[in-house]
């Protein structure tokens, strides 16, 4: 059961718009699919950086060996200058050679997190996955969302030895995304900063994921009712987790928990 701890009501603000009690299949594919589409920007911005290490680093090196394939078939001939100069060409070559070998293993690192959060997210069965390690493809694949990755001060803290949870994917990473998205589309960043604080716990019966959010105290008091988020909570409900969702003060936290027996050691 989902249980919401409100804020007391505002006599004078408006009514918190109901999400529509038949948003099912398409219409949450339609929601996940615009989600994803937000963060092609920032996608495309992450992957350019380490492209143009790559590029800048190739270009470096494509200029520098010819030169040396020249010093190095005449290095019979050299002096004692150009073979310093040889020997200093070498260590600049191996430091692009360096610059390289880091930017491609980011770019593999980015590819593999988006690949993996594409196919996983679209399966609509239940599987056994880590908390610790979904949480953690979920922010670094939120780090696509510019405003989250360079403007939110963010805290993970992961329990040892959590249990494999059995979940459907697509439900638990539909939170988290509903969770930062929603919380950053109503904070107000001139007004102060931002904290968000992501956690794992395991107990006898139950393993958790915390999620935080904490509005600078001069924001204006606002929810997230009346969103999607609460429809993808109601995903994580039927699935049999216990949602407990705090929006007390302007501040959010949500605690989700899946019992031991849909949990897999």
């Not at 293993?105 to 609509?124: E, G, K």
């Not at 959590?162 to 638990?172: D, G, I």
């Not at 919380?183 to 935080?212: K, R, Y």
């Not at 039927?238 to 027996?261: E, H, S, T």
Request: proline residues 5%; charged residues 20%.
């Amino acid at each position: 059961m989902i249980r919401i701890n409100s804020q007391p009501q505002d006599p004078h603000a408006k009514p918190a718009t109901k999400p529509p009690e038949d948003v099912q299949g398409q219409d949450l594919q339609m929601v996940d699919l615009a989600f994803l589409g937000s963060l092609i920007p920032g996608i495309v911005h992450n992957l350019a950086t380490p492209m143009s290490g790559v590029l800048g680093a190739t270009q470096l090196l494509e200029n520098r060996i010819a030169s040396l394939v020249e010093s190095v078939r005449s290095i019979q001939d050299l002096d004692d200058d150009r073979r310093t100069e040889l020997l200093n060409l070498s260590d600049r070559n191996r430091a692009s050679v360096d610059i390289l070998a880091r930017n491609a293993r980011h770019l593999a690192d980015i590819l593999q997190v988006v690949v993996q959060r594409l196919t996983r997210s679209s399966a609509a069965t239940k599987g056994s996955y880590c908390l610790n390690e979904l949480l953690q493809n979920e922010l670094h694949f939120l780090e696509a969302n510019l405003t989250f990755k360079h403007k939110v001060k963010k805290q993970v803290s992961l329990a040892p030895n959590l249990p494999a949870a059995k979940c459907v994917y697509a439900h638990v990473v539909g939170v988290i995304d509903e969770f930062v998205t929603c919380v950053l589309g109503i904070h107000d960043s001139n007004q102060g900063p931002l904290e968000m604080e992501f956690a794992t716990e395991s107990a006898d019966s139950h393993v958790c994921l915390n999620l935080t959010a904490r509005f600078a105290p001069r924001n204006p008091v606002e929810s997230l009712a009346g969103t999607m988020f609460e429809v993808h909570l109601t995903r994580l409900d039927a699935d049999g987790w216990d949602v407990d969702w705090d929006n007390a003060g302007g501040n959010q936290r949500l605690r989700l928990c899946c019992p031991l027996g849909q949990a897999k050691a």
